[in-house]
Every structure is written in structure tokens, then in C-alpha cells.
């Protein structure tokens, strides 16, 4: 009896070492990364809260008063509310000419909307008064990510290169020569494809187009001409992509062979800031705080990208936040199926402001 009890002690003992292992390959496991972060105080204090029915919502768009938030099921109906959350109204778009519309995203800029298919490689415009749009250009190009609007007339875009083997990005705008290549801002590491793969943002205060990598610590700030104006540089030390590609021949194509290994997950834009979600935890950071929270780095977009501070976007209802926008006033997160908007302490933000900002 003793040798059996002693063998079921092994054979726990043994799976839960095995267990642990795996955990560790998977990449899941949290490490010190060698770098350290300067953390402010606590300056956000939840304040209102509105339950979805479902998670199938996105941020479509905001102002300093007002959120617009899509629906990925009901892509022609926005939710308009304010930051008290207290009630919502439905806005409707009018897709008047029967626009095949295969995967629609709305994105805001009042009074103005705009609609990106990255299926049906189209870009639409139109005004919030009516809820009627048109296609941008009827000269569509391969959209591959997201796009952003500058404008009420052009996008900044991310597209492939005529050899349709590595990405770039491009202007894209409603009058010839219609698209504007940037082949030499996404610079290749490895494939061209996912070692460039990234998010693309808009800052409407400075006019500038801002591109951060997911793998690498960099992002590329761009005026409204696709023309350079400066790299930048996360606070990690990450600055090759960890990365490894396969070609799979019998379907004429490549994939990651391993986990990719991500530094920087999202993020926004606003004033001067550049606000980073980065998923790398710093050697001054504690793990369990590391983890129960989404860490944002700031950084200054009117200074070169300098990196300013960090601070924890909270967990609710122990989801991370999905996305979120920045304010001077209010922070928006979007959790699972909630709308949480937190204040911000009167003049944080502003006190590192230039004053000409």
C-alpha cells in the first residue's frame, strides 16, 4: 500500500513538473525584461460603466464629449453616447447604392465617417448629417491592415508592393494619382510580411501618421505627404523581430514557425502623445501588478518619440481592455462587454504639454 501511495506521489510529482515545462515553452510565462520604467501616480478614477449585450462593439470614433461605438454584426449602425454612459443613440448609416459591403469597419471623424473593407479592398466617406457614403476612388487598391483617414479625401493605408511579397504603406485619396507609395518607411528585417507587421494611427492635433511595429521597438511618425519624419523608439530593447518564418510550398505562401513574440499590442494617439500597450514587463515592475493590468507607455510625438512615463490601465471584471482612446479629460476602455470611462485627474496630461499645444 505504502509503494503505491509513494507511486501516485511520483507520478502527480511528475505531471505537474511536465505541466510547468509546457507552461514555459509556450511563452506564456512572465520575465524581467532589461529596461525600467518611471511610473506616475495613480491620476485615473474609474467613473462610469455601461454593460453590452455582447463584446461585438469597437470604438468607431470619439471626441472630447462624445463615443461612437460600432458593432463587427450590425455594420451599419453606430451607438452614439457621452462619457456619463448614461444613454445611447443609434445613428444609421444609408448604404443608398447597394455597396457590396463584405467586412465594413466605421471609423469617426465628426461631422464625418468613413467605412474600410479590408475584404472588398474599398474605402468610403461620407457625412454623419445624412448617413450616405461613396467610395473614396473608384480606382481601388489591396488593402492589407488597417487604414486611417487624414482627411475627408485621402487614407493613409498599409498595401503590398507590386511584387505582393512584402508591405508598405501609401496614401490613398479620392483625386489622381490616387495612391501614393511609401515603399522605403517599413523597413524589412526578415520576410517583409510579418516582420513589418504593425498598427496604423492618425494624430489630427500634430497631422501625423504614426506606424508602430508589433515585434520591434520602433514606430515611424510620417507627415500627411507619406514623407519621413522621424523614427522612434519603444522602451524595450526588442529591436529585431522575434520571428521565425516557414514557406509552405504546397500552398505558395509563408507562416510563423514559433510564437510570435509580441512587444507592442496597440495603443492611441492624442495631443502630443503617442500612448504604447506594451506587453513586456520592465525589471522594476512586479509581476502580479504586470499582470493584472494593461501597462501604456507615453511618449512624447513633438520631442522625437521621447518616452515620458508609464502608467496601469486596470483590469474590470478581470478582463484586460481590448482597446482604448485618451482624452485630456477621460480615458474610454473597452473590456469584454463593457464601456468603462475613466476621469483623469484635472491637468495630468497638460502639465507636459508644450505650451503651444
Not at 500552398?251 to 507592442?264: D, F
Not at 502630443?272 to 507607455?297: G, T
Amino acid at each position: 500500500m505504502k509503494k503505491k501511495l509513494l507511486f501516485i506521489v511520483f507520478i502527480s510529482g511528475l505531471s505537474f513538473c511536465f505541466i510547468i515545462v509546457l507552461f514555459s515553452l509556450s511563452g506564456n510565462s512572465v520575465k524581467p525584461n532589461p529596461f525600467e520604467r518611471i511610473f506616475t501616480h495613480n491620476f485615473l478614477h474609474l467613473s462610469n460603466v455601461l454593460e453590452m449585450k455582447n463584446k461585438d462593439f469597437y470604438i468607431a470614433g470619439s471626441t472630447s464629449n462624445y463615443i461612437y461605438l460600432g458593432s463587427y454584426n450590425d455594420r451599419l449602425k453606430l451607438l452614439l453616447t457621452d462619457t456619463k454612459l448614461a444613454d445611447t443613440t443609434p445613428v444609421y448609416l444609408v448604404n443608398t447604392k447597394r455597396y457590396k459591403l463584405k467586412a465594413a469597419k466605421v471609423l469617426v471623424d465628426s461631422p464625418n465617417f468613413f467605412l474600410s473593407d479590408n475584404i472588398a479592398h474599398k474605402l468610403y466617406t461620407g457625412k454623419l448629417s445624412n448617413g450616405r457614403f461613396r467610395p473614396l476612388t473608384g480606382k481601388p487598391v489591396f488593402l492589407a491592415g488597417n487604414s486611417v483617414p487624414i482627411s475627408e479625401s485621402s487614407f493613409a493605408i498599409r498595401t503590398w508592393k507590386d511584387s505582393l511579397k512584402e508591405l508598405e504603406l501609401a496614401k490613398q485619396t479620392s483625386s489622381p494619382p490616387y495612391l501614393s507609395r511609401a515603399p522605403e518607411l517599413l523597413e524589412k528585417q526578415i520576410d517583409g510580411v510579418f516582420c513589418t507587421d504593425g498598427i496604423l494611427y492618425y494624430n489630427k492635433n500634430l497631422k501625423m501618421i504614426i506606424y508602430t511595429y508589433y515585434y520591434r521597438n520602433e514606430f515611424i511618425c510620417v507627415d500627411t505627404s507619406m514623407q519621413l519624419l522621424y523614427r522612434g523608439n519603444t522602451l524595450d530593447t526588442v529591436s529585431k523581430a522575434g520571428i521565425h518564418v516557414t514557406e509552405v510550398k504546397s500552398a505558395s505562401k509563408t507562416t510563423t514557425s514559433a510564437p510570435r513574440k509580441v512587444s507592442n499590442s496597440g495603443g492611441a494617439t492624442f495631443g502630443p502623445w503617442l500612448f504604447n500597450r506594451s506587453k513586456l514587463m520592465a525589471r522594476n515592475e512586479e509581476k502580479k501588478q504586470f499582470l493584472n493590468a494593461s501597462v501604456i507607455d507615453a511618449y512624447d510625438l513633438t520631442n522625437y518619440g521621447r518616452y515620458m512615463f508609464s502608467f496601469y490601465l486596470p483590469k474590470y471584471k478581470k478582463h484586460k481592455a481590448r482597446e482604448f482612446r485618451v482624452f485630456e479629460n477621460y480615458i474610454i476602455a473597452l473590456y469584454d462587454r463593457y464601456v468603462v470611462v475613466y476621469d483623469v485627474e484635472n491637468g495630468f496630461f497638460s502639465q507636459f504639454q508644450p505650451a503651444n499645444l
